[in-house]
């Protein structure tokens, strides 16, 4: 940024035009190579394809990417962070918060809404990282093997529910967070959202009354209902006795 005198006579910092327009150009090349990715494949995208859609030039992807490989790499890490700020997903301000809502249910419902954010981006693009690897060892090299970095996301989110006073004592850490994880796995999502055809709302609302059921005391006992249609919301107690009141029973 460039500095300025300000009316009061002080530094100001102005707008670096160049870094803005550089930013701008990046994340028009991500978006395309993003929409290319999920409807042909990494492999049938050339990155040419990728120039045209965004609208600069091919050396212009060429002199900010090098090549597709680290292009691709920069699709799954944007989609999964939602921006370009290199700020880890347990250092978001969305994950803070809910790890320190009070009680385990008000922490669930936090997490699974900011969770469904990241799905809702990356979950389409996962399939695409398996069929890269497949072909491609350098792709595969870029994921290397290794605890998963969701996991270890779920692991802190856990440790921070379990010790709320609603969590269910008999479930620890370990536990909660293998639930945490695949319950709210990118696989699941897609199978109720894609294949299934249910709403990001209704899987949100399943997750939640799924995950409360497991993990916390309040909920003991009770069932996890299942969604009244593909495309429908979730029906839950609460949202049963609201129809019965509605219909006059």
């Given at each position: 940024?460039?500095?300025?005198?300000?009316?009061?006579?002080?530094?100001?910092?102005?707008?670096?035009?160049?870094?803005?327009?550089?930013?701008?150009?990046?994340?028009?090349?991500?978006?395309?190579?993003?929409?290319?990715?999920?409807?042909?494949?990494?492999?049938?995208?050339?990155?040419?394809?990728?120039?045209?859609?965004?609208?600069?030039?091919?050396?212009?992807?060429?002199f900010?990417?090098?090549?597709?490989?680290?292009?691709?790499?920069?699709?799954?890490?944007?989609?999964?962070?939602?921006?370009?700020?290199?700020?880890?997903?347990?250092?978001?301000?969305?994950?803070?918060?809910?790890?320190?809502?009070?009680?385990?249910?008000?922490?669930?419902?936090?997490?699974?809404?900011?969770?469904?954010?990241i799905?809702?981006?990356?979950a389409p693009?996962?399939?695409?990282?398996?069929?890269?690897?497949?072909?491609?060892?350098?792709?595969?090299?870029?994921?290397?093997?290794?605890?998963?970095?969701?996991?270890?996301?779920?692991?802190?989110?856990?440790?921070?529910?379990?010790?709320?006073?609603?969590?269910?004592?008999?479930?620890?850490?370990?536990?909660?967070?293998?639930?945490l994880?695949?319950?709210?796995?990118?696989?699941l999502?897609?199978?109720?959202?894609?294949?299934?055809?249910?709403?990001?709302?209704?899987?949100e609302?399943?997750?939640?009354?799924?995950?409360?059921?497991?993990l916390?005391?309040?909920?003991?006992?009770?069932?996890?209902?299942?969604?009244?249609?593909?495309?429908?919301?979730?029906?839950?107690?609460?949202?049963?006795?609201?129809?019965?009141?509605?219909?006059?029973?």
């Amino acid at each position: 940024m460039d500095a300025v005198k300000g009316s009061d006579g002080q530094n100001v910092k102005r707008p670096d035009k160049r870094a803005e327009r550089s930013r701008r150009t990046r994340e028009k090349i991500v978006a395309a190579a993003r929409d290319l990715f999920v409807a042909q494949g990494y492999g049938a995208t050339s990155l040419q394809e990728v120039a045209d859609r965004a609208g600069v030039a091919v050396q212009t992807v060429y002199f900010v990417f090098r090549n597709k490989r680290a292009l691709f790499k920069d699709v799954v890490d944007t989609s999964t962070a939602g921006d370009v700020e290199p700020v880890a997903t347990m250092d978001r301000d969305w994950f803070r918060a809910a790890c320190a809502e009070p009680t385990a249910a008000g922490q669930l419902r936090a997490h699974v809404r900011g969770v469904r954010d990241i799905l809702g981006r990356v979950a389409p693009i996962m399939p695409l990282i398996a069929a890269a690897a497949a072909t491609d060892p350098e792709i595969a090299a870029q994921w290397p093997a290794g605890p998963d970095p969701r996991y270890t996301v779920q692991h802190t989110a856990a440790k921070a529910l379990t010790s709320k006073p609603d969590a269910r004592p008999d479930v620890d850490t370990a536990r909660a967070a293998d639930l945490l994880y695949g319950l709210l796995s990118p696989e699941l999502y897609l199978l109720f959202v894609r294949n299934r055809g249910w709403s990001p709302d209704a899987w949100e609302e399943w997750a939640c009354a799924a995950l409360i059921a497991h993990l916390c005391t309040d909920h003991e006992g009770q069932n996890t209902p299942a969604p009244q249609g593909r495309r429908g919301r979730p029906s839950t107690p609460a949202v049963d006795r609201d129809r019965g009141a509605a219909a006059g029973r």
